[in-house]
């Protein structure tokens, strides 16, 4: 018969086993539907409220809502260091050219985060927002609702340097599969996540090598549509230094969450070369035929992967912070 403290060594013993193997998480780490219900019951109606405003003063910050998310969680994880300011000490995040001048909608979440500071202060993190504004996005411009989980904290640390962990405009299928992996999301996830290209513009220097000057051989990429490039190039003249001409990176449809975006790749339309690169494997190619096909299909497993995308290395609990301001962090 076991005696006491065997029982007791057994039970550590199973603890660190299951720590090990990953298998024991606290609770306090787990995001939750509802997180705000009993605290601050408004946040979500509120950011809500600020994204459907914003949208009716400028359709285009949808897509630079959902787009935020993104460059928010694939850098430090879904913690709103992408809305840190820099300092004469630090150069932020946003101000790295995967970010600055393209990424918007920093005044949505600054607005929303304004109101909630005054209705339930120190309560509702900035990195809860962006989720929530990514969600309302991808809805009012005609995707699926969905239920965020939320708990995420807000981080105290932003750095230009780490933003070579946003996958470039020039991506291969191989190096696209890679990053999107290294944050635990599958090659099927990638190319269901790609499908937010469906809304929003470019600049033209995102894309203008596909244009003029491709290679040592051709001036264009061979891959690109010959009446899609003659289009872009009127857009994009070659040469120009003017940093505000951008193009809808969807041209039939810009701002609605629609499947058109895999038939624009599918016609050799994609804008970049990571659009492009979708149909250089038989599976992504697959991938590409059957959201271009099945629209409801694509909304509703761009959902579950922005839910999934939305938990890659959150802080909760007592971890980080819930800034006063997002855009700087708390003294």
Not at 38 to 66: H, P, Q, T
Not at 119 to 138: E, H, K, M, N, Q
Not at 263 to 282: A, E, H, I, K, Y
Request: aromatic letters at 6%.
């Amino acid at each position: 018969m076991l005696n006491m403290s065997s029982i007791i060594l057994a039970h550590i013993l199973t603890i660190i086993i299951l720590v090990s193997l990953g298998c024991f998480v606290h609770s306090k780490a787990q995001l939750q539907i509802g997180f705000y219900s009993g605290s601050c019951s408004a946040a979500e109606f509120i950011v809500k409220e600020e994204v459907s405003k914003a949208y009716l003063e400028d359709r285009g910050l949808a897509a630079g809502l959902v787009r935020m998310h993104f460059h928010d969680c694939f850098v430090r994880g879904c913690d709103a260091s992408v809305l840190i300011d820099s300092t004469p000490s630090n150069q932020a995040e946003k101000d790295s050219p995967a970010n600055n001048p393209s990424l918007r909608g920093f005044n949505v979440i600054d607005s929303a985060k304004a109101r909630l500071e005054v209705l339930c202060p120190g309560i509702v993190s900035c990195a809860d927002i962006i989720a929530f504004a990514a969600r309302d996005s991808f809805e009012i411009t005609g995707g699926f609702g969905y239920d965020v989980p939320a708990g995420r904290r807000d981080g105290r640390v932003s750095l230009i340097a780490e933003t070579r962990a946003l996958p470039p405009a020039t991506s291969s299928l191989a190096q696209l599969t890679q990053m999107f992996s290294t944050h635990g999301l599958t090659q099927d996830e990638m190319v269901t996540l790609s499908g937010a290209h469906t809304i929003g513009r470019s600049h033209c220097t995102a894309f203008a090598s596909r244009l003029y000057n491709f290679s040592s051989t051709v001036n264009q990429d061979p891959s690109l549509n010959q009446l899609y490039a003659s289009k872009l190039k009127q857009d994009c003249p070659k040469g120009s230094n003017n940093v505000n001409l951008v193009v809808p990176m969807n041209p039939g449809s810009p701002t609605i969450s629609d499947t058109d975006y895999y038939v624009d790749v599918l016609n050799n339309r994609g804008l970049f070369t990571s659009d492009q690169s979708l149909l250089t494997s038989p599976s992504t190619l697959n991938q590409v035929h059957q959201h271009a096909m099945n629209p409801l299909v694509w909304k509703s497993k761009f959902a579950s992967a922005m839910v999934k995308m939305g938990r890659i290395g959150v802080i909760t609990g007592q971890q980080g912070e819930i800034r006063s301001n997002c855009r700087v962090i708390n003294k």
